[in-house]
């Protein structure tokens, strides 16, 4: 296959005597490399080469002007902003960078487009202030300032322009209007040189002008890279630009002096050549790399020279790499990998965020650090680097709870050696971009230092130091970086274009690259992924001030022609190559909508004669399972914890827990596997009901043994709100509880302590009396099971047993609701076997217990729900049947005789070896 510029090189050296005398412009710098490269393959002596250069540094010539960086135009234009006095108020720094860049960008815009600044202004004027239509309203301040700040872009225009020139600098757009405008001297001076433009398709009305006047020199040439299928069909948008120009440039039209020699060269007819295109629809992004990889792995060597895998999303190129199969041994990537993606970037972009954060807070809360924020930055891989007490830091702001931290208890919880780093990381910057900007280099020095040893990482680190230094020069020319806010945005805009460079043969091997790369390159093999609508082509966008309707008028490119730019790089990368394979993802999440692009309908539609579509639908393997629940045999190690719980006694938690789920009282209980200890934040229902159990012990306690009067229940409610405080300190430790979903928890837990005293108070009055027995009572009792060779106990605290009008009861808190049905009974061989009757379990085993320590006749057993108080006392009773009949609410020896068979049953099943523990489904 011979490519464009092969093609180009071979009508170049036969309508020049020596190609040496000419300057080729070419679209970018990787373009003239390929074009030196064909050039060293097809010379068969010794010669000079042909000046090289791309469009960009060609126009730089022409105007005398450098282009500027786009981080320091926008510190230099703000400058320019606030010394413009048309505008009556000025915002900072940090305010005018959100607005800024996108009124740039449309400055470049009406420059490389060659716009008359005042006309465009001036009408851009008038647009506002007719969105403003009611004008028979008296306008209020804030519309006055609102129009005055677009009548005072020209202004603003106008002074940038002229500051940027003094220093012979400009942006992209301006060197190309001063190019345009210096042409014609240009061209005089050096009227012997001869130029030819390569590979051009959408050219701005800068290039259009300059390439059109030195066409009429008659010392130029353009080769377009277009093909005869486009060309001459009127509607396809590929060919929609050249065939613009043919019509429109005097050069092209049919009145030239010499048609022959001016008709239009490189556009040649290989479209319609034979060509397999393959479309693969495929499940994620990652499907796609994997797919590439597989499909790689058959290439022969001399095949994998001539292919190119083209990333339309750049952000598959880190999965691709991975994806490599083992036969790519060369490979050139032609674009970088983004340094925003990279972890390292995240840590420095976290630790901004967090002082940035910090810096806008009230002086009050100015010196506290959410933990989430603290445990993100030290559980990164570099925090973990960095700080060798990182784990230990945070396991204990899990431990103590701690939602909000100065940098003085990171001290505390951290290693003297880290002292400097948590210094450096978590003090306070005082809002200050030179000690944000001082801090990340010295940290990055620190980095530096921990990975000698990793070259990858180093390159990182450099990029990212680099960028630092870049920002701290700017901080120190300008005095607009105020703040660690401003830091950050900045850090963010530049870590999003700054790529991380792969080294390589540029011309040998796998080329793997992004769409625009593929400018006026051809592959015999073409692997493109990605090919989804609203990648490719990319849409509409937004990021501009200039309305449709300006757009118009001014002849400025509307989102059609932008469309028509991809249309003609999708169609160029298939136009030489043979075989060709275009991906796309059909998975629908966020807004990636699983569409596949146009482009792929239009191939199939406009279907040429010799090219063969085929289709992939590609979909994981699904298997299906069916879902066993576990069992876990019992060992010998497993009998003997067993044993050991059995001795010390089981709690009927546990054994409720059990009736729940044997695994759960498995992995609780004999394995000891407790959860992950994580920041309570907020407030939990145990916690809830910790406090509420622990602060109606606090208050009942010393009046064990006697009559409640209402005297003393109403000395208790002025001590609620200190004692609940208390209470949700100690249990709570550092979480806060002033404010949000923890406040209303905390107004939750007194509101409940106060409702259950006034529901005793009310009892009393109503003539009922009440005796404390005992609060919160350790009991224990042993159960003999002949069946086993080991003792058994059961454990428990009982939270309160009193007598009520000289009845005894045993009462069980919950500060969850329970209902009256929740804690009876029907059949005894159901208690020990479902779990929705774990209430009367519990209350029955506490019973059983306070019966060993004093033995009763009769008593009640049951529950005080504090979300159901004004059912008051939620009695165990055993009913004859489901609805209706006999209730027995009595608890007498028979009652515990008849539990103690189902609780010896219980326990004998959990203690027998032959028996597993078998997993139930929850439902």
């Known amino acids: 296959m011979q490519t464009f510029l092969e093609e180009t090189l071979l009508s170049l050296k036969k309508n020049h005597d020596d190609i040496a005398e000419l300057t080729l412009v070419l679209p970018s ?51 320019v902003y606030l010394n413009t006095a048309s505008f009556s108020e000025k915002g900072n720094f940090e305010n005018y960078s959100t607005w800024a860049p996108t009124l740039l960008n449309d400055f470049n815009e009406i420059d490389r487009y060659l716009v008359d600044p005042k006309a465009f202004f001036t009408y851009l004027g008038s647009i506002k202030t007719l969105e403003r239509w009611n004008l028979q309203e008296e306008k209020t301040e804030l519309i006055e300032k609102y129009l005055q700040f677009w009548n005072s872009l020209l202004d603003l225009y106008n002074n940038i322009k002229q500051i940027l ?56 040439e353009v080769y377009w890279d277009a093909d005869e299928t486009f060309m001459n069909d009127p509607k396809h948008s590929a060919s929609l630009f050249i065939r613009r120009y043919l019509k429109k440039w005097g050069y092209y039209k049919n009145e030239s002096a010499n048609k022959e020699k001016n008709r239009p060269q490189g556009i040649t007819d290989h479209f319609k050549a034979k060509k397999d295109i393959h479309f693969v629809e495929v499940q994620k992004n990652i499907g796609q790399a994997k797919y590439v990889g597989e499909l790689l792995a058959g290439y022969s060597k001399e095949k994998l020279h001539k292919t190119a895998v083209v990333l339309a999303d750049e952000n598959l190129l880190i999965p691709m790499l991975h994806s490599l199969p083992p036969n790519v041994d060369s490979v050139n990537v032609t674009m970088g990998a983004v340094l925003k993606n990279v972890p390292a970037t995240l840590f420095f972009e976290l630790l901004l965020s967090l002082h940035s954060v910090v810096s806008g807070a009230s002086k009050e809360q100015s010196k506290w650090m959410y933990y989430k924020d603290i445990l993100s930055l030290i559980n990164h891989p570099l925090g973990t680097v960095l700080l060798s007490s990182a784990s230990d830091i945070s396991h204990k702001i899990s431990t103590e709870n701690k939602t909000h931290l100065s940098s003085k208890d990171i001290s505390q919880f951290s290693d003297k050696e880290d002292a400097k780093m948590v210094a450096l990381l978590f003090q306070d910057w005082g809002n200050k971009s030179e000690t944000a900007v001082t801090n990340c280099l010295k940290i990055l020095n620190e980095l530096k230092k921990q990975f000698q040893e990793n070259p990858v990482q180093r390159v990182v680190l450099y990029q990212l130091y680099q960028i630092f230094s870049k920002i701290e020069a700017l901080n120190h020319d300008y005095p607009h970086l105020d703040s660690v806010k401003t830091v950050q945005s900045l850090f963010a805009e530049l870590v999003a274009t700054t790529s991380l460079d792969f080294e390589g043969d540029a011309y040998e091997g796998l080329q793997i690259m992004g769409v625009l790369e593929t400018r006026v390159l051809d592959f015999e093999n073409i692997i493109v992924t990605s090919v989804n609508e609203g990648v490719l082509p990319t849409g509409k966008s937004n990021a501009s001030f200039i309305t449709y309707d300006l757009k118009k008028e001014f002849n400025l490119p509307l989102y059609t022609e932008k469309d028509a730019i991809y249309t003609y790089h999708f169609y160029h990368m298939l136009q030489r190559a043979k075989e060709v394979t275009l991906l796309y993802n059909n998975h629908s999440e966020g807004i990636n909508t699983g569409e596949k692009s146009r482009f792929l309908l239009q191939l199939e539609i406009e279907k040429q004669a010799n090219h063969t579509i085929s289709k992939t639908v590609l979909s994981p393997k699904i298997t299906p399972t069916v879902q066993t629940m576990k069992t876990i045999e019992k060992t010998d190690a497993v009998m003997q914890r067993l044993q050991e719980i059995a001795g010390k006694g089981f709690s009927p938690s546990a054994l409720t827990s059990y009736i729940r789920n044997p695994i759960d009282f498995y992995f609780q209980k004999i394995l000891r596997l407790q959860e992950t200890e994580e920041v309570e934040e907020t407030v939990a229902a145990n916690t809830l009901g910790t406090i509420v159990h622990d602060t109606l012990e606090i208050f009942y306690k010393p009046h064990e043994g006697k009559l409640l009067t209402s ?20 249990t709570f430790k550092g979480g806060t509880f002033d404010k949000g979903k923890n406040l209303i928890i905390f107004e ?15 009892e009393i009055k109503a003539g009922n009396e009440i005796k404390i027995i005992s609060i919160e009572n350790n009991l224990d009792v042993d159960l003999p099971i002949s069946e086993l060779p080991f003792p058994v106990k059961i454990r428990g605290k009982v939270d309160r047993v009193d007598q009520y009008n000289g009845q ?37 085993a506490y019973a059983l217990m306070f019966n060993h320590e004093k033995p009763f006749e009769n008593t009640e057993a049951g529950i005080i729900s504090f979300k159901n108080l004004n059912n008051g006392f939620l009695k165990f009773g055993k009913k004859e049947k489901v609805r209706g009949g006999a209730k027995d609410q009595i608890i007498t020896q028979a009652t515990l005789d008849a539990f103690a068979v189902e609780l010896k049953k219980l326990i004998l099943e959990i203690c027998t070896k032959e028996i597993p523990f078998t997993e139930k489904e929850i439902e």
């Open 165 to 220: 020139l003094k220093e012979a600098i400009g942006y992209q757009g301006l060197v190309y209007r001063v190019a345009s405008e210096k042409i014609k001297t240009y061209s005089k001076e050096r009227k012997n040189e001869k130029y030819a433009f390569i590979g051009f398709n959408a050219l701005n009305a800068a290039e259009q002008h300059i390439i059109q006047h030195l066409l009429q020199t008659g010392n130029t």
């Open 711 to 730: 005297e003393i229940l109403n000395n208790l409610k002025p001590k609620i709100e200190e004692e609940v405080t208390k209470q949700f300190k100690d």
């Open 748 to 762: 939750v837990a007194k509101r409940y302590i106060e409702n259950f005293i006034n529901h005793e108070i009310s």
């Open 29 to 79: 710098k990787r373009a003239g490399g390929f074009l030196k490269n064909y050039l060293g393959k097809h010379a068969q002596t010794a010669s000079f080469l042909p000046k090289i250069i791309s469009i960009e540094t060609f126009i730089e010539q022409v105007s005398g002007l450098s282009i500027i960086d786009s981080t320091e135009l926008l510190f230099k234009s703000y400058q």
């Open 808 to 844: 005894l009861r045993i009462i069980d808190y919950k500060t969850g609701k329970v209902a009256q049905n929740n804690v009876e009974l029907v059949d005894w061989e159901e208690i020990s076997l479902d779990y929705k009757y774990s209430k009367s379990f519990q209350v029955l």
